[in-house]
T-cell receptor, first 114, second 110 residues
């Protein structure tokens, strides 16, 4: 595997389900990000981890719970989501504290909440 | 607050018809301006980083330029495989976060 991988690529879940999104980066980076992409909106930054420590929570509802066990893996745990949470969820990585901060993205998980 | 505005929202070109995409920005001290390409249902693919006004970078049929207020992505003699959404993002000095625009959806007609 190379670059940034995400699984699953597609996910359909009910409002009462619990699911998790997984991201893995093979670039030797130390910073990882979760973004939400909705139609006709700019990418919305959700969470930032630098060296496994969360450094940003961009006012994200608690039904989204991130986890970063090491610098290569990032999870997004989902529970009791709303239909408006349907979107493409993107994971990205970069060299921590790099300036400028060139970020590399995974293919995304297309989430549909019924 | 940092802002990025991309225009046009969508652009249709005939194959071989050159054009430019615009990214206007306001930022407190630019550290970097980034261009990405995004195909439908996929994640953004990194294209270029520009650091300072006057800088230019090229990759195949694409050339990115930068002034103090905007960046242009020039596409020369495009092919159908250049069809994608092109995203622009900026990073302010002292801030690791990127601010993205909404993108330009480019369609190249054979």
């Amino acid at each position: 595997e190379t670059g940034v991988t995400q699984t699953p690529r597609h996910l359909v879940m009910g409002m009462t389900n619990k699911k998790s999104l997984k991201c893995e980066q093979h670039l030797g980076h130390n910073a990882m990000y979760w973004y939400k992409q909705s139609a006709k909106k700019p990418l919305e930054l959700m969470f930032v981890y630098n060296f496994k420590e969360q450094t940003e929570n961009n006012s994200v509802p608690s039904r989204f719970s991130p986890e970063c066990p090491n610098s290569s893996h990032l999870f997004l745990h989902l529970h009791t989501l709303q239909p408006e949470d349907s979107a493409l969820y993107l994971c990205a990585s970069s060299q921590a504290l790099a300036d400028p901060n060139e970020q590399f993205f995974g293919p995304g998980t297309r989430l549909t909440v019924l | 607050e940092d802002q990025v505005t991309q225009s046009p929202e969508a652009l249709r070109l005939q194959e071989g018809e050159s054009s430019s995409l615009n990214c206007s920005y306001t930022v407190s001290g630019l550290r970097g301006l980034f261009w990405y390409r995004q195909d439908p249902g996929k994640g953004p693919e990194f294209l270029f980083t520009l650091y300072s006004a006057g800088e230019e970078k090229e990759k195949e049929r694409l050339k990115a330029t930068l002034t103090k207020k905007e960046s242009f992505l020039h596409i020369t003699a495009p092919k159908p495989e250049d069809s994608a959404t092109y995203l622009c993002a900026v990073q302010a000095a002292g801030n690791e976060k990127l601010t993205f625009g909404t993108g330009t959806r480019l369609t190249i007609i054979p």
